[in-house]
């Protein structure tokens, strides 16, 4: 199985920034497929960034130009540096990846992110 472990939740004001991380462990590829979900109350869950094993990059509209999604292939982790922000980027941010080997997507326990006005 893989285990995923997310840090660096938490309040800020309006404007400000946070850096999630997401470390990684178990049956875990370098070469996975890994990205930033987030769930605000009452709505679905919803991709925020997504990063291949080799760089590349997606990223929802809502957060392009705010947010930066990177990994570390050697260390396993994968962070997601968000500046600018916003009241509607409160949710609980989730760390995902999607493994061949087990056929499935593995999230982590999600971070709560608030952003106050």
């Known amino acids: 199985q893989v285990q995923l472990m997310e840090s660096g939740g938490g309040l800020v004001q309006a404007g400000g920034s946070l850096r999630l991380s997401c470390a990684a462990s178990g049956s875990f590829f370098s070469g996975n497929y890994m990205g930033w979900y987030r769930q605000a109350p009452g709505n679905q869950r919803e991709l925020v960034a997504g990063?291949?094993?080799?760089?590349?990059?997606n990223y929802a509209d809502s957060v392009k130009g705010r947010f930066t999604i990177s990994r570390d292939n050697a260390k396993r982790t994968v962070d997601l540096q968000m500046n600018s922000l916003k009241p509607e980027d409160t949710a609980v941010y989730y760390c995902?990846?999607?493994?061949?080997?087990?056929?499935?997507?593995?999230w982590g326990q999600g971070t709560q992110v608030t952003v106050s006005s």
């Open positions: 995902n990846t999607y493994s061949p080997h087990f056929g499935r997507n593995f």
């Open positions: 990063i291949s094993s080799g760089g590349s990059t």
